[in-house]
């Protein structure tokens, strides 16, 4: 999809699952087991509405981040969401962040977005800058966030 000096950014593929595991255990999410992991972006792949890219330099997956594509009502077109953004924590501060959100940026607007949006922790007090530095505006002084745990289905 498109190369910078040492890395590649690439749709994700089903045997990346091990080094996505991996980084998403490193985003705080250690429970995800490899298989279902695949089976996610499995279910990724089947999606018309977004995306999950990697970057990959040294053979390495050291990046990724996955984007998703929701239909306005109350407008035309699409707003993007970022679901998932990690970088390995070895590679951090070298671009590749931005690279990969420029990519989902440039996935988004092929699917008809035309806004991008993002919630972030308080807690990551890496991403707020990273994401300042990208052009994001800070929106929760205006919308708040709610959020609902549903019951699972059997
Ligand atoms: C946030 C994160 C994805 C950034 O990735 P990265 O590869 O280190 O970022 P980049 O090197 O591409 O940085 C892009 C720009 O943001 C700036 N930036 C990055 N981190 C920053 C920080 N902590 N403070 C200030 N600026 C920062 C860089 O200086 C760079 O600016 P420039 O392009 O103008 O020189 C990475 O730190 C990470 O994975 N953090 C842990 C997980 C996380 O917080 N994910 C976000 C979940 S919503």
């Given at each position: 999809m498109s190369t910078a000096a040492d890395f590649t950014v690439r749709r994700a593929r089903l045997e990346d699952a091990a080094q996505v595991a991996s980084l998403l255990a490193e985003l705080g999410y250690p429970d995800n087991s490899i298989d279902d992991v695949r089976l996610r972006l499995a279910t990724w792949a089947q999606e018309t509405a977004g995306v999950v890219l990697v970057a990959e330099g040294g053979g390495q997956v050291v990046g990724a981040v996955a984007v998703a594509a929701i239909p306005y009502l109350e407008r035309g077109g699409r707003s993007g969401r970022i679901v998932a953004l990690v970088v390995a924590a070895g590679r951090r501060g070298q671009g590749i962040g931005r690279r990969l959100v420029e990519a989902a940026e440039?996935?988004?607007g092929d699917l008809g977005c035309v806004t991008m949006e993002v919630t972030s922790a308080?807690?990551?007090?890496e991403s707020h800058p990273f994401y300042r530095n990208l052009g994001y505006q800070e929106w929760s002084d205006r919308s708040a966030r709610y959020l609902k745990n549903l019951p699972p289905r059997a």
């Open positions: 440039e996935a988004a308080r807690s990551r007090t």
